[in-house]
């Protein structure tokens, strides 16, 4: 931070960033080497990595964003979390903290989904306006600066006990792509940072610094160019817009809560997609009534969070399941799209561990008594995966404002809208029976099927689209309706795929840095 | 593969410290009584020793692991007097909880709940209550104040944090030795 820049509010040829996470601290980077001035505002405090804990529930209340939201609809989590939708990050690096490092690509046929899948009944598929060719490059980059194993060289990670009883048992029911992942986890020193020490609390922050987080690598990088300024704990409320329909800059509140204003030539957000729905539609003005950049009614449509869900499995003999990495390893067998199984899209079977203190939280929300806690009896014999697949987009799972409850500034906070999708629920299911018997082939006495968690995966309230009434931004993320406003974080997704999504909201980070770069200098915006 | 010891040593320094932390001073008091012993919550300042007697059975019927002691389930629930103390909206909801509780046990089978002497009758209470703010505050959290004890946590095999200790790379991540030969 010793070279860091300190812009004026008044500085109207910076871009303001919003959210630093892996969409906003990539992208603030990406601009900063090439010379434009950035600030980024982030809600969250700055951390340290000495700072991260090794201890779920101290963690969650240092890193969470736990300020309110409401929920609707039948999915499980209005019932279960009906204020914590989501589980993600409110601190500089923002969810890259937390992410788990899982970096896959696309498949060629997940970026069209509407062609791949056609008519899906209540579904609002559409194609991305990019292909994976087009991508392929920037997926290259992306691996390679987040230091991916399985790419560039470098080895994979060792598997864990937790990934040997998922791989055991998914080789013998004939599972063939079974492996310990393509992480953004360092298993040997790279870029300055160690590598993977085993210790678990992947989801805690890395107390190695061997996952890539944009708090200890884009962030610093970005600042040592003396081009990029990171303001912390300062919450943007609105976007404001001049006569013409370009945005001016922002109102955000700062760390006394003292409404400030910064002055922008462009603002890209990077909120996450319950964040960044919002902060547009917060900022509805005489010009434009129902948010910035909503002409198409998008805005906050066709919320995703994965197809989600675990499986753990209880044995005669010790796992202990939470030494070593949390993602320790994936089964890709199922990733494909093959309706024959009664759904289109694919997903994927990761391993995850909770602590002792998460799983009795988690493993059956609300649940009590014997029947419940003999399970958490057997803890240290316990193997656990997390299953992640494509969502069917629906216009009407969407993120709005809530009409009575606000935040400390007095803005209404996002309500979030999920009904389960038909799709969602029969992949679910065939999921739900696939992982359990991986476990029963090596001898599970007891499997347990534990409903999705509060999501970590927030996609699509912002959509891609090529024609402007279908989605809110064009394929390099400027929003159809104001030439100098971006969306940079995962909102922008057309569909969700059926993999983790960071790898694919980095890669759109730096091709977007390079395509406001060159907006900038032919004087576009 | 290593093996955690379940074993908590108890010192005295350390058992002091649990018994200051657990607020007043119950566990100290408790020393040989039963679970539902209303003695071992004479020092409760705002809650009556029935009404914290009461939490503490419930703690037990909720979250029942044969493999703890009452302390764990004392240190618990002790908090809510504290809270009860700084919150008449608590003190209340506890006050008429255990009332409703013990009007239920009193119905079905002519005494107070901690009177009920078998867990499976109990547990019938709790169900009967169990859709209203008062049950569903204290097991949200118990989730939390039970499992969030690291006394606890050798005694299921976890191992908490691990980070000063290097990880878990050199300390069994990959140790398990039964699993069949592919």
Redesign the interface.
């Known amino acids: 931070m010793a070279n860091a820049a300190r812009f004026e509010k008044s500085d109207d040829s910076v871009v303001v960033i919003v959210g630093s996470g892996a969409g906003g601290g990539t992208l603030g980077n990406e601009l900063a080497q090439k010379g434009i001035k950035v600030v980024i505002l982030e809600a969250g405090a700055r951390f340290t990595i000495p700072d991260f804990m090794n201890d779920e529930w101290p963690s969650f209340s240092q890193l969470a964003w736990t300020d309110p939201r409401t929920t609707s609809g039948s999915f499980q989590i209005a019932k279960d979390f009906p204020n914590l939708p989501s589980w993600i990050v409110k601190a500089v690096g923002g969810t890259s903290i937390h992410w788990a490092g899982a970096s896959l690509r696309f498949g060629e046929w997940e970026f069209k989904a509407k062609t791949t899948y056609g008519q899906v009944d209540g579904a609002n598929l559409l194609d991305w306006p990019i292909s994976l060719d087009e991508m392929a490059p920037y997926y290259a980059n992306a691996e390679n600066r987040m230091g991916v194993n399985g790419t560039n060289g470098i080895p994979h990670l060792p598997g864990n006990n937790n990934f040997k009883v998922m791989q055991a048992g998914a080789l013998k029911l004939g599972y063939k792509t079974v492996f310990t992942g393509n992480m953004a986890i360092n298993s040997q020193p790279r870029d300055g940072r160690g590598s993977c020490e085993q210790i678990g609390f992947c989801f805690q922050g890395c107390k190695s610094g061997a996952k890539w987080s944009t708090l200890y690598t884009e962030i610093p990088k970005g600042e040592a160019t003396g081009n990029l300024e990171v303001r912390p704990l300062s919450q943007v409320i609105h976007i404001e817009h001049n006569d013409a329909g370009l945005v001016t800059g922002v109102v955000y509140a700062d760390a006394q809560g003292v409404m400030q204003r910064q002055k922008a030539r462009a603002v890209a957000v990077a909120g996450n997609s319950l964040e960044s729905p919002r902060l547009l539609l917060n900022s509805a003005s005489g010009k434009f009534p129902d948010g910035l950049a909503n002409s198409s009614g998008q805005v906050g449509r066709n919320y995703m969070r994965h197809t989600t869900g675990s499986v753990y499995a209880t044995f005669e003999n010790p796992v202990h399941m939470y030494r070593g990495t949390t993602m320790a390893g994936i089964i890709r067998d199922e990733s494909t799209n093959n309706p024959s199984r009664g759904f289109v899209g694919g997903y994927e079977m990761e391993t995850i561990s909770l602590g002792l203190p998460f799983s009795a939280a988690f493993f059956k929300p609300g649940a009590w008594g014997r029947g419940y806690t003999s399970l958490l009896d057997d803890y240290s014999n316990t193997a656990g995966m997390w299953i992640i697949g494509e969502d069917m987009p629906q216009e009407t799972n969407r993120v709005t404002l809530d009409a009575t409850v606000k935040d400390k500034f007095g803005m209404p906070v996002a309500s979030v809208h999920f009904d389960d999708h038909a799709n969602d629920i029969a992949m679910r299911s065939h999921a739900y029976k696939q992982g359990t018997a991986v476990y029963q082939a090596v001898g599970a006495t007891r499997v347990a099927e534990v409903p999705p968690y509060p999501s970590t995966h927030n996609l699509g309230t912002n959509r891609m689209s090529d024609n402007p009434r279908d989605g809110v931004v064009n394929k390099y993320g400027q929003t159809h309706d104001i030439k100098n406003l971006f969306v940079s974080d995962g909102s922008q997704f057309t569909t969700g795929a059926g993999v983790n999504p960071t790898l694919t909201i980095v890669a759109l980070a730096v091709r977007q840095g390079d395509n406001i770069a060159g907006m900038m200098s032919r004087g576009e915006i | 593969?290593r093996?955690?010891d379940p074993r908590v040593k108890v010192t005295r320094r350390r058992f002091l410290q649990s018994s200051a932390a657990a607020g007043p001073a119950a566990a100290l008091a408790a020393g040989g009584a039963t679970l539902n012993a209303e003695s071992a919550w004479a020092q409760a300042a705002v809650l009556s020793p029935h009404q914290m007697a009461t939490l503490t059975v419930m703690a037990r019927?909720?979250?029942?692991?044969d493999?703890l002691g009452d302390i764990y389930y004392r240190n618990a629930v002790a908090h809510w007097d504290t809270d009860a103390g700084a919150k008449a909206e608590t003190k209340t909801l506890i006050a008429e909880g255990v009332a409703m509780l013990d009007a239920e046990a009193n119905a079905r089978f002519g005494a107070d709940y901690i009177k009920v002497a078998s867990e499976a009758d109990r547990?019938t209470i709790l169900q009967a209550i169990e859709p209203g703010p008062f049950f569903k505050a204290v097991?949200a959290d118990l989730?939390?104040s039970?499992?969030?004890q690291k006394e606890?946590?050798p005694k299921?095999?976890?191992?908490?944090?691990?980070?000063?200790y290097?990880?878990?790379?050199h300390?069994?991540?990959?140790?398990?030795d039964?699993?069949?030969v592919?």
């Open positions: 593969m093996k955690v019927d909720t979250y029942p692991h493999r547990v097991r989730v939390v039970l499992y969030n606890v946590w299921f095999g976890y191992e908490g944090a691990s980070a000063q290097g990880g878990y790379l300390r069994g991540f990959n140790d398990i039964w699993l069949p592919a």
